[in-house]
C-alpha cells in the first residue's frame, strides 16, 4: 500500500464538509491541514475523495496500533454487545478491573500501584494535582518551560508552552511555579549532555528554591521525561536523576506526564523505563486506547491515599474504552522490540537526509518519538515558516506530519510502522525536503 493523491486537495466532497464545518465550529480549533478523514487501514487513512495518506503522527500520538486493528476492533464489539457503561467511581465491571490490574503491574520501580482512570490526559493532569496536594497537605507546583500539560485550567497553569494557548484566560492557579527544561542541543560550547542536565537542576535549587519557593511548599514537580509540544527535546538522564533525588530530599512528588511519550512509544512502555527512573505519579492517555478516549493516574500505593469520594468520574474508565486499552496493550506489548528497531530505521533514514538538507539540525529521540529540528545550520535559529511549509508540502503528496516547538517536525506514527512504510516517508520527506529550500526562480 503506498500514498495515491487522485484529486485536487481538498477533492469536492472534503470541501463541502470543510465549508459545512467552518460555518458552525468554534474558531479555537487549530486545523493544520485539509484533511478530512474517512476512513483507516494500519498505517493509511483515506479521505472522503479517496485519497490515500501515510500518517506519520497518529492523531498526535494517538492511534497507536494504527487503524482498524483486528485485535482492538475484535476487543471493541464484544464490549459494544454487552454493556457499553455503568458508571466505574460507583459500580464495578471486569473490564475497568483488568485495566487497572494490567496498568499497575508497569513501571516497577513505582513499587505496589493503584489507579484512577480519566477521559483524556488533562483530565489525569487534573486528578494528579489534587492528589498530590491531598498527599502532601501542600499546595505549590513546578513545571517547566516548553511543558505542555492540557488545556483546562489547573493542567493550563502548568503548561508554558506557546503563549497562544494562555492569552487572556488568567489569572491562573496560584502557587505555580516553572523552571528551565534542559536544552541539550544548544548547551554552551564545552558543556557534556549530563553536565548541561545537572546545571538545570542546579538553576533549581539555587534561583527557584533560594528565590521564589520553599521547597517545603511544593506538592508536586510535574514534568513530561520527554516534551511533546515543546519540540520533542529528549533530556540527558542526569536531569530525570537529578529531580528524583531533590523531589527525595524535600518530600515532593515527582510526576511523569506520560501522556505522550507512554504506550510504547519510546519502545518500553513507559519512558519512565527508558530512562529508568521511578516517579511518584504516572500518568497516560493519547495511545491508551487507540483513539478511543481514555487515561489514567498510576500512583505509589502509599500516595495513592486520597479518601473515599473525594475524585471520581462519570465516564472515566468507560468499558468499551477499557476494552479497546486492554488490546492496545496486548498489542503493544509484543511489538515493543519492533518499534525499537524500527524506530532506529527511521533514525538512521533522518539522519541520512540531513546529510543532504543542512536544514535538518538535529534528528532526536526513541523509538517511534523523533523530533527532526529545522533551523539554520549555522544560527540555529529557526527558518520562518519552513516548518509550516514542509507539512503542507507533504500532506500534498500523501504524507501526514506534524509540527511541534518553534521548528521540529515530530515523527510519531503509529507503533505498527515498518520498513516499507518508513521508506515511503523518507522518500517523500527528501523530496519535499529539496523543493522546499529550491532557490525561487
Known sequence: ?????????????????????????????????????????????????????????????????????????????????????????????????????????????????????????????????????????RKGLMSFYGGFHGRTMGALSLTASKIRQREHFGPFLPGVV???????????????????????????ENQLFNRVVSPDELAAIFVEPIQGEGGYVVPPKSFLKGLRGLCDRHGIMLVFDEVQSGVGRTGEMYAADYFDIAPDILLTAKGLGSGLPIGAIIAREEVMDWTRGSHGSTFGGNNVSCAAAIATLEVVEKILPDIRKNGELLTVGLKKLAERHPC???????????????????????????????????????????????????????????????????EILDRCLARCLAPSS
Not at 465550529?25 to 478523514?37: D, G, M, Q, R
Not at 479521505?47 to 482492538?72: C, E, Q
Not at 476492533?73 to 455503568?86: F, N, Q
Not at 527544561?181 to 545537572?198: H, I, K, N, S
Open 360 to 426: 535538518i539540525i538535529d534528528v532526536r529521540g526513541p523509538g517511534f518519538m523523533v523530533g527532526m529540528e529545522l533551523a539554520d545550520p549555522i544560527t540555529r535559529q529557526p527558518v520562518p515558516n519552513l516548518m509550516a511549509q514542509l507539512e503542507q508540502m507533504a500532506f500534498r503528496e500523501g504524507l501526514l506530519l506534524l509540527g511541534c516547538g518553534a521548528s521540529t517536525i515530530r515523527f510519531a506514527p503509529p507503533l505498527i510502522c515498518g520498513p516499507h512504510e518508513i521508506a515511503i516517508a523518507l
Open 178 to 204: 516553572h523552571a528551565e527544561y534542559p536544552d541539550v542541543l544548544r548547551r554552551p560550547a564545552g558543556m557534556t549532555p549530563e553536565e548541561c542536565g545537572l546545571e538545570a537542576i542546579r538553576k533549581i
Open 1 to 137: 500500500m503506498r500514498p495515491l493523491i487522485k484529486t485536487e486537495l481538498p477533492g469536492p466532497r472534503g470541501k463541502a464538509i470543510i465549508a459545512q464545518d467552518e460555518s458552525c465550529t468554534s474558531p479555537s480549533y487549530i486545523k493544520e491541514y485539509p484533511l478530512v478523514a474517512d476512513r483507516g487501514q494500519g498505517c493509511f487513512i483515506d479521505d472522503v475523495d479517496g485519497n490515500r495518506f501515510l500518517d506519520m503522527m497518529a492523531g498526535i500520538a494517538v492511534s497507536s496500533t494504527g487503524y482498524a486493528h483486528p485485535h482492538v476492533m475484535g476487543a471493541v464489539r464484544e464490549s459494544l454487545e454487552k454493556v457499553w457503561h455503568i458508571c466505574g467511581t460507583d459500580f464495578y465491571t471486569e473490564s475497568f478491573s483488568r485495566l487497572c490490574t494490567k496498568l499497575s503491574g508497569y513501571v516497577p520501580g513505582m513499587g505496589k500501584k493503584r489507579v484512577f482512570l480519566t477521559n483524556s490526559g488533562t483530565e489525569a493532569i487534573e486528578g494528579a494535582i489534587k492528589l498530590a496536594r491531598f498527599h502532601t497537605k
